[in-house]
């Protein structure tokens, strides 16, 4: 008899906790974290550094895999995997969300910010912070900006000037500003998922590229590439999104605690982004040594004032569908000193 009872009590418990959540027998909430980028770039660093955090803070909680290089999903991909609930975390550049919301095609618009610190100070503002959430009800929530530097052109011949690569193409995210970047220009841009991008630069199905100095060296680009000019055109950043659905399911602490440990991870990412960059732009200049790799030619003034000129009408292109506040919003924190 007291074991029919003791029974029955294990199985009331057992029932109550599956109905309430609080089981002691609960599996850890999986967490995948997906990524297209090599593990030594700052994202690939930052990410690891996430899964540390997360797990210390929630001990049996949680429980953080991280699939980089496309293990997982490609750039092509992941968007549809988190709106899927395949992955619960991406963190994509700025680019991809603009089917979402056209004012995030502002952090595209050619030369808006002069360096990584325009951005990131940008990107901490209020106007910044308000594109974090402006895709909730679209089933993504933004939870950090993450850095990785400025973008700079790459081509498989010499130039220096708008007009030597007219009638190049060039691989470019899914954006349409930076489709109509190279028009202006007079290049082709041809939409490429990340990971194809070293084949058609080796096998010449595209001529040029534009992206990160740390992107370029950690998948080798600058071995396919005759120069790469450093225009700081553009930033490469990333915004680390979450699935709504998911993340507003969680319970209270483990949501705490993924936003804490995102936090610190996306201190990290800042602080490393610029010394990975730097590193990775001496290891190019280096390795231009092999007179079959790629050089970096530094513009002049007059030079890159030709290429601001040549990009300016992009800004009226979109100035409607991102608005002419939010433009000058972004723009106000390259005229700080």
Same mark, same amino acid.
């Given at each position: 008899?007291?074991?029919?009872?003791?029974?029955?009590?294990?199985? *009331?418990?057992?029932?109550?906790?599956?109905?309430?959540?609080?089981?002691?027998?609960?599996? $850890? *909430?999986?967490?995948?974290?997906?990524?297209?980028?090599?593990? @030594?770039? $700052?994202?690939?660093? #930052? &990410?690891?550094?996430?899964?540390?955090?997360?797990?210390?803070?929630? $001990?049996?909680?949680?429980?953080?895999?991280?699939?980089?290089?496309? /293990?997982?999903?490609?750039?092509?991909?992941?968007?549809?995997?988190?709106?899927?609930?395949?992955?619960?975390? !991406?963190?994509?550049?700025?680019?991809?969300?603009?089917?979402?919301?056209?004012?995030?095609?502002? =952090?595209?618009?050619? =030369?808006? =910010?002069?360096?990584?610190?325009? #951005?990131?100070?940008?990107?901490?503002?209020?106007?910044?912070?308000?594109?974090?959430?402006?895709?909730?009800?679209?089933?993504?929530?933004?939870?950090?900006?993450?850095?990785?530097?400025?973008?700079?052109?790459?081509?498989?011949?010499?130039?220096?000037?708008?007009?030597?690569?007219k009638g190049l193409k060039f691989r470019i995210q899914a954006s349409d500003v930076y489709e109509e970047i190279m028009k202006s220009v007079g290049a082709s841009g041809q939409k490429m998922a990340f990971a194809e991008v070293y084949q058609a630069l080796e096998s010449g199905v595209v001529d040029g590229q534009e992206n990160s100095f740390s992107n370029t060296y950690s998948q080798k680009?600058?071995?396919? /590439?005759?120069?790469?000019?450093?225009? @700081?055109?553009?930033?490469?950043?990333?915004? *680390?999104?979450? @699935?709504? %659905?998911?993340?507003?399911?969680?319970?209270?602490? !483990?949501? %705490?605690?993924?936003?804490?440990?995102?936090?610190? &991870?996306?201190?990290?990412?800042?602080?490393?982004?610029?010394?990975?960059?730097?590193?990775?732009?001496?290891? +190019?200049?280096?390795?231009?040594?092999?007179?079959?790799?790629?050089? +970096?030619?530094?513009?002049?003034? #007059?030079?890159?004032?030709?290429?601001?000129?040549?990009?300016?009408?992009?800004?009226?292109?979109?100035?409607?569908?991102?608005?002419?506040?939010?433009?000058?919003?972004?723009?106000?924190?390259?005229?700080?000193?």
């Open positions: 008899m007291l074991k029919k009872v003791t029974n029955l009590l294990t199985a *009331v418990a057992i029932l109550a906790a599956s109905t309430f959540g609080f089981s002691a027998y609960a599996a $850890p *909430v999986v967490v995948k974290f997906s990524h297209v980028v090599a593990e @030594n770039t $700052p994202k690939g660093q #930052a &990410a690891l550094k996430f899964k540390e955090i997360a797990e210390k803070k929630l $001990p049996g909680k949680v429980e953080v895999q991280v699939f980089p290089n496309s /293990q997982l999903f490609g750039d092509g991909k992941e968007m549809e995997a988190l709106l899927l609930n395949d992955v619960q975390i !991406i963190a994509p550049s700025l680019s991809k969300f603009d089917r979402y919301t056209k004012k995030i095609q502002v =952090f595209d618009l050619p =030369f808006i =910010f002069k360096d990584g610190n325009a #951005a990131l100070a940008f990107e901490n503002s209020k106007e910044g912070k308000a594109l974090l959430t402006s895709m909730k009800g679209k089933g993504l929530i933004g939870l950090d900006y993450w850095s990785n530097g400025m973008r700079h052109f790459s081509a498989n011949k010499d130039f220096r000037l708008p007009k030597d690569i680009y600058h071995e396919v /590439q005759k120069t790469i000019l450093e225009t @700081n055109h553009g930033v490469l950043d990333y915004m *680390v999104v979450v @699935n709504e %659905k998911w993340w507003d399911g969680l319970p209270a602490d !483990i949501r %705490k605690g993924l936003s804490e440990a995102m936090h610190e &991870a996306t201190i990290l990412n800042n602080q490393i982004a610029k010394q990975k960059n730097d590193d990775a732009r001496a290891a +190019i200049v280096t390795s231009g040594a092999n007179p079959k790799h790629a050089k +970096i030619v530094k513009l002049t003034d #007059a030079e890159l004032a030709e290429w601001k000129k040549a990009m300016e009408p992009v800004y009226k292109r979109f100035e409607a569908d991102i608005g002419a506040d939010l433009i000058k919003a972004a723009a106000s924190h390259s005229n700080k000193k």
